[in-house]
């Protein structure tokens, strides 16, 4: 390969024609790309440095190699690693082959029975495992399972149609990226290579998509971590966003996304020119859950869980009954990604199912498989946010409303304050998911948390705001403002208190923001912006609806020429209390309860019965011959258990709902 840049620098100077066809990227990218790869070389010590130096000389530091070899059976990510080793043997002339097939040959590339560590679900793991499985196919003529190229060009053909379900995602995108890359640079078979590069372009797309004049991407995302939107540069995605449009940051050293972008001929002046810094617009990404359901049933059974529990329908009520026995057949109760899980081990695949129907405030609200997008940017700010994405259940890595003013973000999340929010649980970005509505610039943001979520320890919400970002804050009343340069934000909070020394309010019911972002060129002078923001009105109130027995929470907001408000309807707790009689075995009521709970068997014969708590705990057990057994359940948490009756050889299952 690095034959191929001497070549590249003689067409340039040259001036041919046919290098046009064979390099066709713009020379300022050009340029940019080989400054990047030059600032890299300089590093000795960065394993993200081994295909830089594969694509540049051929030569490459085994010392390098010899440390990701050494994470090749207990690194629960090695994928991240494997995707650099493939393309090492992709860019060498075999040098490296006996160094680095031997140890590969070790490590399953598909779910193998009782593994403990290596995820193959998630979408950019999906892609490594799979890109990297192939690519050694056709080189090596390693062997493959006869499912591969099916659920590899299925795979791709899922992005293409309905886009990323770890969308936007600043985290995860860059390493989907690298697989679908090495697949786009090297792959023989014309259709995988095809699909593979417009699903990298798509994906390089949707990036820029998010991005704004200064090169930052504070984003709405599928799956994310709060580390990245802790800083504006130096990040993998950064890479990647630096590379492609000049803006923003120059990058210091190396990454894995850059890496793999600066050492590729893709073609990237139409993903370039895509890129604009002002938007307003709604886009939906993905499809319903049906349709997962039916795209998906091509597959093979275990592809076709896979594919599903990539998109986050992991214990859905719809998939659980084939996730708990894929679980169960191939012993993953303590696998790392299913230790949450494990509570469940005590149940068989139908009592998973029901429960995972009684879960559904948890199940229901980690599929990210369908999304509407509100999308809006002008230069330096922007605002984005995802509509009616399972409000009110719990969270899980999604962030569904994000503001970004120049090189900061700002955004509610609900759950523990900490006063460093990194020390929030990173795989619970929100306790409890937000009800967001978006018009252009303006977003209201509202909360209320729906019974039953055993994940929620607290309703409260906080907002990230990081006063050193800015150069100037202004409160007036409710609302709070900042400006960077000449970019604006606006948040109107519910309260003005603090918790843990940030801003966060507490409410039982529910509580709404809103967030307004600007600049001067919208609205002049940051004066003028607050005098908009203060003439602003704001409303709220609970009412309940006696036709359909809901309770209301109705909100709503007016600023400038924009008008948004929303009725969140919830059925009420006293129109559901009612007796519950199961498929078979016996009658629960009240359900929901307060105080107790009375349940009645069809006989005298001798039963056990047992009460669990969502994550696995025994709340009550009893051997009885008693028909009537009625069960004190003022002490315990409020939120959702199982009771379990065994009796005469057979077991029934049935929810609860404990409400305060």
Not at 416 to 438: F, G
Not at 469 to 479: A, G, N, P, Q, V
Not at 640 to 656: A, M, T
């Amino acid at each position: 390969m690095f034959l191929i840049n001497y070549f590249k620098v003689f067409c340039l100077f040259a001036g041919l024609v046919f290098c046009q066809s064979v390099f066709a990227n713009d020379t300022i990218y050009e340029n940019r790309r080989q400054a990047y790869i030059d600032t890299a070389l300089k590093e000795t010590n960065e394993i993200d440095l081994i295909a830089i130096q594969a694509y540049n000389s051929g030569v490459v530091d085994t010392n390098l190699i010899r440390n990701i070899l050494n994470r090749i059976t207990n690194g629960s990510t090695f994928d991240f690693q494997l995707v650099k080793l493939v393309r090492v043997l992709m860019l060498t002339n075999g040098q490296y082959d006996n160094m680095i097939l031997p140890a590969l040959d070790t490590v399953p590339f598909w779910l193998t029975k009782s593994d403990t560590i290596r995820g193959y679900w998630s979408e950019n793991h999906t892609i490594m495992w799979m890109s990297s499985d192939w690519l050694l196919h056709e080189k090596y003529n390693r062997p493959i399972d006869t499912a591969l190229r099916q659920r590899l060009v299925h795979y791709l053909n899922l992005k293409l149609k309905y886009g990323f379900y770890e969308f936007y995602s600043p985290t995860y995108a860059p390493y989907t990226f690298s697989g679908l890359i090495n697949l786009s640079d090297f792959a023989q078979d014309p259709q995988i290579k095809d699909l593979a590069t417009k699903a990298a372009v798509k994906l390089l797309r949707d990036l820029l998509r998010m991005t704004n004049d200064r090169g930052v991407m504070f984003a709405v995302a599928g799956r994310s971590y709060v580390e990245k939107y802790e800083k504006a540069y130096g990040q993998n995605h950064s890479s990647l966003i630096y590379l492609l449009t000049g803006v923003g940051e120059v990058p210091r050293g190396t990454s894995h996304s850059g890496s793999f972008l600066c050492t590729s001929p893709l073609e990237v002046d139409s993903i370039v020119s895509s890129w604009t810094s002002k938007l307003d617009t709604t886009y939906y990404n993905g499809h319903s859950i049906d349709t997962s359901l039916a795209i998906n049933s091509v597959l093979r059974p275990l592809d076709k869980i896979i594919s599903q529990w990539s998109s986050g329908m992991y214990f859905h009520p719809k998939v659980a009954y084939e996730s708990a026995n894929l679980v169960i057949d191939s012993n993953l109760w303590r696998h790392v990604d299913f230790e949450p899980f494990r509570p469940f081990e005590i149940f068989n695949a139908s009592d998973v199912e029901i429960i995972a129907t009684n879960l559904s405030v948890i199940s229901s609200s980690t599929v990210i498989c369908g999304a509407e997008i509100s999308i809006f940017k002008n230069d330096g700010v922007t605002l984005t946010s995802l509509y009616d994405f399972w409000k009110g259940k719990a969270g899980f890595q999604q962030y569904p409303i994000m503001a970004n003013i120049v090189n900061t973000a700002v955004y509610p999340g609900s759950g523990s304050i900490k006063q460093d929010w990194s020390d929030r649980n990173s795989d619970n970005a929100n306790e409890h998911l937000p009800m967001v509505s978006q018009s252009s610039n303006v977003a209201l943001v509202m909360y209320r948390p729906e019974p039953g979520n055993i994940l929620l320890k607290t309703k409260d919400v906080g907002l990230h705001f990081t006063d050193a970002d800015f150069d100037e804050i202004r409160t007036d009343s409710l609302w709070l403002l900042g400006r960077v340069e000449d970019s604006y934000v606006a948040v109107r909070r519910p309260c003005d208190s603090l918790i843990n020394g940030i801003r966060a309010c507490s409410n039982e019911r529910g509580q709404s923001w809103v967030i307004i972002v600007g600049d001067s060129g919208m609205y002049g002078g940051f004066t003028n912006f607050q005098n908009l923001v203060t003439q602003s009105q704001f409303s709220e109130t609970w009412y309940f609806d006696s036709i359909n027995e809901q309770s209301v929470y109705y909100a709503s907001v007016s600023f400038d020429t924009i008008d948004i408000d929303y009725a969140w309807r919830v059925d009420s707790l006293i129109s559901s209390i009612k007796e519950v009689v199961s498929i078979g075995g016996f009658k629960l009521y009240p359900n929901p309860t307060q105080n107790e709970v009375t349940i009645e068997l069809d006989n005298n014969q001798p039963a056990t019965i047992a009460v669990y708590s969502m994550v696995g705990k025994l709340m009550y057990s009893v051997k009885t011959e008693d028909a009537l057994q009625r069960i004190a359940t003022d002490a315990w948490p409020e939120g959702l258990y199982v009771i379990q009756i065994e009796q005469n050889g057979e077991r029934f299952v049935q929810k609860l709902m404990k409400a305060n």
